[in-house]
C-alpha cells in the first residue's frame, strides 16, 4: 500500500489502522448483516444505559470542530502533533455510532451525527489529499442515510459531491482502490433512491458503475479469509440489485444471471461468517419470483 504522506511515522500508522477494511466494511451497503444488528443492539444499548450517550457522541465532534476554530485562529493546522489519527477515529466510531441509531430508526440522531462527521472530516483532512477516504466515507454513510429517511435531494447532493472527490483524487495502490469502493457505495445508494423513484433506467446505471468501482477494487483491500467473505457479500448485494432492475422492467433471463452471479460470488468466498445461509435464500426467493414472473410473461 501507498504510505500516507504525513508529517509523524506513529500517526501514519494509527491511520493505516483505522483504514484496515474491518474497521469501516460495517459501512457498506449489504443485503443483511449480522455486525449491523449487533451493532444496533449495542448502540441501543448504550443509549439505554446512559440516556446522554447521544449528546456525548455529538459533543466529541462538536469539540473537535471547536479545536480546529481555535488551530485556524492561531495560524496553525490540524496535523500530527494536534490530534489527526485520534480525531477520525471518533469519527469513526460516531459513523458507526450513527450506524446503530440509523438501524434502530433514531433518525434524527442518525443525520444530525452524520452531518457532524462530513463537517469534521472536512475541516480535519484540508490540506491532506491522501486522506481524502474519511470525508467520502462520511458522505457515503450521510447518504445512505438520507436515502433511507428518503430526503433524496439531500442524498444525490452529499453523494454527487462524494463522487466528485473521488474522481479528483489520485492516490496509489490501496489507498485509491479504497476510494473506488466508497464510489462504489456512493453509486449504490443513488441507485436507490433512482428507483424508489421509478427511474428504473437511471439506477440501472448506477447499479452498473456499483458494480464496476466495487467488483473491480474491493479485493485488493484484503486477503483474509474473513474479509474476502464480506467483501462477497457487498458485491453480492450489488449484484442483486442490478438483477432488480432488470426484474422491474421485465428482463428476467438478465435479472436471473444477475441473481445467479450474486450466489456464486458468495460461494466462492465462503468462510464461517453467520450470515451465508440468511442471504442465499433471501436470493433463492428472489430467483423464484423472478421465475413466476418469466413464466408468466411466456
Known amino acids: 500500500a501507498g504510505p500516507l504522506e504525513l508529517e509523524s511515522t506513529a500517526t501514519n500508522a494509527q491511520i493505516e489502522a483505522l483504514m484496515q477494511f474491518k474497521r469501516w466494511a460495517i459501512l457498506l451497503p449489504k443485503l443483511l448483516s449480522s455486525q ?143 476510494i473506488r469502493v466508497i464510489a462504489g457505495a456512493c453509486h449504490s445508494y443513488l441507485g ?19 458494480i464496476e468501482d466495487l467488483e473491480g477494487k474491493i479485493w485488493d483491500l484484503s486477503d483474509t479469509k474473513e474479509d474476502r467473505e464480506d467483501m462477497a457479500t457487498v458485491v453480492a448485494t450489488a449484484c442483486v440489485f442490478r438483477g432488480n432492475c432488470d426484474s422491474v422492467q421485465d428482463r428476467h433471463e438478465m435479472a436471473l444471471s444477475w441473481y445467479r452471479r450474486s450466489l456464486q460470488t458468495l460461494e466462492k468466498h465462503r468462510d464461517l461468517g453467520t450470515d451465508y445461509e440468511q442471504i442465499v435464500a433471501q436470493i433463492q426467493l428472489d430467483i423464484e419470483r423472478t421465475n413466476l414472473l418469466n413464466t408468466t410473461a411466456d
Open 36 to 178: 449491523v444488528e449487533y451493532n444496533a443492539t449495542y448502540t441501543q444499548a448504550r443509549q439505554n444505559g446512559n440516556p446522554n450517550f447521544f449528546d456525548q457522541t455529538r459533543n466529541r465532534l462538536v469539540d473537535i470542530l471547536q479545536d480546529c476554530e481555535v488551530l485556524k485562529v492561531s495560524g496553525k493546522a490540524v496535523t500530527a502533533e494536534t490530534g489527526i489519527a485520534q480525531a477520525l477515529e471518533i469519527v469513526l466510531e460516531s459513523l458507526i455510532t450513527a450506524s446503530g441509531f440509523l438501524s434502530n430508526r433514531q433518525f434524527h440522531k442518525a443525520t444530525a451525527i452524520g452531518e457532524l462527521c462530513v463537517e469534521v472530516s472536512d475541516k480535519i483532512t484540508a490540506g491532506f489529499p491522501e486522506l481524502v477516504f474519511w470525508p467520502l466515507l462520511c458522505r457515503s454513510a450521510l447518504g445512505d442515510a438520507y436515502v433511507r429517511l428518503r430526503r433524496r435531494a439531500d442524498a444525490r447532493a452529499v453523494l454527487e459531491k462524494a463522487l466528485e472527490q473521488a474522481e479528483a483524487a489520485t492516490l496509489e495502490n490501496r489507498l485509491q482502490s479504497s
Open 192 to 210: 436507490r433512491a433512482d428507483m424508489e423513484e421509478g427511474l428504473y433506467e437511471t439506477a440501472l446505471q448506477k447499479a452498473d458503475a456499483a
